[in-house]
């Protein structure tokens, strides 16, 4: 593979990048896994068909690494912000279980 094909093979894997991250903010992981296959699959041969990458297929290289360690980042804090919604629904039950239990024990009491 010429270092123009495998750069331009690294250009269409940072256009994937691209769109991983806006995937990935809006919380679609297994359609960022669908093309994160796609970007390694692109990354692969890139890498295969080449002895040593020139300064553009590492500036490509480095920018897709940037927004890869931006998409994980993205996709982890919503990964968080469902664990604190699921957290917030279980102590929300909890409330409401006690309540029940308790208002059942007074209006047996009455």
Request: glycine share 10%; aromatic share 0%; hydrophobic share 45%.
């Amino acid at each position: 593979m010429s270092a123009d094909r495998a750069n331009a093979a690294l250009g269409r894997a940072l256009q994937i990048s691209r769109e991983i991250m806006e995937i990935a903010a809006g919380g679609d992981a297994e359609r960022a896994a669908g093309l994160d296959a796609e970007r390694r699959r692109l990354l692969e041969s890139a890498r295969i068909g080449l002895h040593a990458i020139d300064d553009e297929g590492r500036r490509l290289l480095g920018e897709i690494g940037e927004l890869n360690d931006r998409a994980i980042g993205a996709m982890e804090h919503r990964l968080r912000g469902k664990a604190r919604d699921l957290d917030l629904a279980a102590v929300g039950q909890r409330a409401v279980r006690a309540y029940c239990a308790t208002r059942a024990h007074e209006i047996q009491g009455q």
